[in-house]
């Protein structure tokens, strides 16, 4: 079974530009959820993909943007990158609400995202 | 709004000795679940163990319990025979659920360091 991978692993980039972060999930998982950690804090919920549309978001402007694809990996968009940003992103595959369980989201290692 | 509240931002405990992490939710949503990660060092954030809100008995997973105390909402993560290995963040969360939409909300953690 092959777990949650994500890449790149770290990622600087400067303020004002884009960066696109790549999820696949654990094999048999059709739902992507992304998560935003910042240093010394829990991870906020971005959104949640469940076969190729968005299935939820929190409170993330419009410059935070994905996609799921038909293998159910998925991206992750930043436009317009600011300071703020500089954070873990996480992705986590799973069955689902609809799947009625087992619920467990299982995390990818991450990408560190620097801005400057 | 959900919110999950981990009011202990450390705790150092002696090699095999038990721990308790505290964990209390607060949500007025009959069905919810609630997880606890573990996430060292590196980053990733590891699945310990889940409690649905209409379970009987109280999670176990090897040396990992849940005490689920449901009319005091709390949820809390207890480790028996604490390792060297254990000494990490934990994260409490509860799954939230809005007309099929997923998400997992996350208190600020616990850091478990584990003494020889």
């Known amino acids: 079974e092959t777990g949650v991978t994500q890449s790149p692993t770290h990622l600087i980039k400067t303020r004002g530009q884009q960066v696109t972060l790549r999820c696949s999930s654990q094999s048999g998982h059709n739902t992507v959820s992304w998560y935003q950690q910042a240093l010394g804090q829990g991870p906020q919920f971005i959104f949640q993909y469940y076969r190729e549309e968005e299935n939820g978001r929190g409170n993330f402007p419009p410059r935070f943007s994905g996609l799921q694809f038909p293998n159910y990996s998925s991206e992750l968009n930043v436009n317009a990158l600011e300071l703020d940003d500089s954070a873990l992103y996480l992705c986590?595959?799973?069955?689902?609400?609809?799947?009625?369980?087992?619920?467990?989201?299982?995390f990818g290692p991450g990408t560190r995202l620097t801005v400057t | 709004a959900q919110k999950i509240t981990q009011t202990q931002p450390g705790m150092f405990v002696q090699e095999k000795e038990a721990v308790t992490l505290d964990c209390t939710y607060d949500t007025s949503d009959p069905s919810y679940g609630l997880f606890w990660y573990k996430q060292p060092s590196s980053g990733e954030m590891i699945f310990l163990i889940y409690q649905g809100s209409y379970d009987q008995q109280n999670a176990t997973e090897g040396r990992y319990s849940l005490n689920f105390q449901k009319a005091r909402k709390s949820a809390n993560l207890v480790i028996s025979a604490s390792q060297l290995g254990d000494s990490a963040m934990y994260f409490c969360a509860m799954r939230e659920l809005d007309f099929g939409n997923e998400k997992l909300t996350f208190g600020t953690g616990t850091r478990l360091t584990i003494i020889p």
């Open positions: 986590a595959s799973s069955l689902g609400a609809l799947a009625g369980g087992p619920y467990e989201q299982y």
